[in-house]
């Protein structure tokens, strides 16, 4: 069972539209992660966050901690913004740090 | 280099080959991951290298995988006797501090797709 579930798995949007992913998690976690993959692989970390919100021009990122759940949003999206995102946690287990990820969200951006 | 490079890009194997995935992290970094990401999935860890030591590798799907990071730079995935569901991209990342002593951006590689026929 995959211990980060992400909805919807697949989101199309038009030009403009205000965006929204959401990521829920089932366990204890002091940071959660959100990342973008492009068509061809590459991964870019968007945010950390542990508690509250974060912004990065139209991205913006929020968590409740006490709730396990974490939303992503993007305002006024555009065709480039059309990817995967990801939300994930890391495992410190032991000495890992690994990420433990959801499965994403493929968003498409209709011009 | 500026930053993760994988290579190759793209791998196709036929069943049985044995295949050998290259990742050079960010110079310096002490930490690198392996994971695997099968199609329409997140990516999985594999296998964890603080330097040159192999501190985890549970996530290793089989005996046929095996990885390596001799002089705790530059690490090779090595799969044997390649099968159809191993067919995945392969990602790496690095990290430069030790995990579990804050919070840790990883850096990843564009990813190595095999496809094994």
């Known amino acids: 069972k995959n211990e980060v579930e992400q909805s919807p798995q697949n989101l199309t949007a038009q030009e403009g539209e205000f965006i929204t992913i959401n990521c829920s998690y089932s366990?204890?976690?002091?940071?959660l992660h959100w990342l973008q993959q492009h068509p061809g692989g590459g991964i870019v970390s968007l945010f950390m966050l542990s508690s509250g919100k974060k912004k990065h021009g139209r991205l913006i990122a929020t968590i409740n901690i006490q709730e396990k759940h974490s939303s992503l949003h993007i305002t006024a999206s555009h065709p480039r913004d059309s990817a995967v995102y990801i939300c994930?946690?890391?495992?410190?287990?032991?000495?890992?740090?690994?990420?433990?990820f959801g499965k994403g969200t493929k968003l498409s951006v209709k011009p | 280099g500026a930053g993760v490079s994988q290579s190759p890009r793209y791998k196709v194997a036929k069943r049985g080959q044995d295949v050998a995935l290259r990742c050079d992290p960010i110079s310096g970094h002490v930490s690198l991951f392996w994971y695997q990401q099968a199609l329409g999935q997140g990516p999985e860890f594999l296998t964890y290298f603080q330097n040159e030591a192999q501190l985890d590798k549970s996530g290793l799907p089989s005996d046929r995988f095996f990885a390596e990071r001799p002089e705790g730079s530059v690490s090779t995935l090595k799969i044997q006797r390649t099968q159809q569901e191993d067919s995945a991209v392969y990602l790496c990342?690095?990290?430069?501090?030790?995990?579990?002593?804050?919070?840790?951006?990883?850096?990843f590689g564009p990813g190595t797709r095999l496809t094994v026929l």
């Open positions: 366990v204890g976690i002091s940071a």
């Open positions: 990342a690095s990290t430069l501090p030790i995990p579990g002593r804050g919070y840790n951006e990883q850096f």
């Open positions: 994930a946690y890391m495992n410190y287990g032991g000495s890992q740090g690994n990420l433990i």
